[in-house]
């Protein structure tokens, strides 16, 4: 199974900040790369796919990159309704896995 | 509107079974893959399942044999029938639209499943 790992696992940071998540595939899984915000209580939301897409509705403060093993998601000019848990998913080849997530906290 | 709705969830005994439901409206539904994922307590997300649009279905060692994902007829249902079930099942289950891009772009609300005597 591919293995997604996540870091930093939290995050601290200021309204107006830009922020940079790290996730990393345990091996190559080209441009399959999903990302998530999940809010408590709530379910998960698509961020980006495709590495680097954005779902229609998502604002352009998020922007997804990377390919192979290394992806980023950033996030500028950070907002309190950015806080949440991020999870990044790999969808190269089942099982889909998923990231531990990283908690951004403002 | 596009929706998904699970049903189903409960309180369950180790080795008891479950059927979970998730009701889909405002598309489609036969021209998308569909997906469970599950989420412990812990927080962490795990792919469950999946059945793609020719009915093929896919699962991870954690829950195969013991898991069967299926879509409904004309009723536009998903569906997970778990048997054998662990406490380490124990989760909020989702059930999620997969688009052909790799946009997995709807979620339904979650259904709780508590397996534990």
């Known amino acids: 199974d591919i293995q997604m790992t996540q870091s930093p696992s939290s995050l601290s940071a200021s309204i107006g900040d830009r922020v940079t998540l790290t996730c990393r595939a345990s091996?190559?899984?080209?441009?399959?790369l999903a990302w998530f915000q999940q809010k408590p209580g709530k379910a998960p939301k698509s961020l980006i796919f495709g590495a680097s897409s954005l779902p229609s509705g998502v604002p352009s403060k998020f922007s997804g990159s990377g390919s192979g093993t290394d992806f980023t998601l950033t996030i500028s000019s950070l907002q309190p309704e950015d806080f949440g848990t991020y999870y990044c998913?790999?969808?190269?080849?089942?099982?889909?896995?998923f990231g531990q997530g990283t908690k951004l906290e403002i | 509107e596009v929706q998904l709705v699970e049903s189903g969830g409960g309180l369950v005994q180790p080795g008891g079974s479950l059927r979970l439901s998730c009701a889909a409206s405002g598309f489609t539904f036969t021209h998308y893959d569909m997906h469970w994922v599950r989420q412990s307590t812990g927080g962490r997300l795990e792919w469950v399942s999946a059945i793609d649009t020719a009915g093929d279905t896919y699962y991870p060692g954690s829950v195969k044999g013991r898991f069967i994902i299926s879509r409904g007829g004309a009723d536009n249902s998903l569906y997970l029938q778990m048997n054998n079930l662990r406490a380490d099942d124990t989760a909020a289950y989702y059930c999620a639209r997969f688009r052909s891009s790799g946009n997995m772009d709807v979620w339904g609300q979650g259904t709780t499943v508590i397996v534990a005597s």
């Open positions: 998913q790999q969808y190269k080849s089942y099982p889909y896995t």
């Open positions: 091996q190559d899984i080209s441009h399959y």
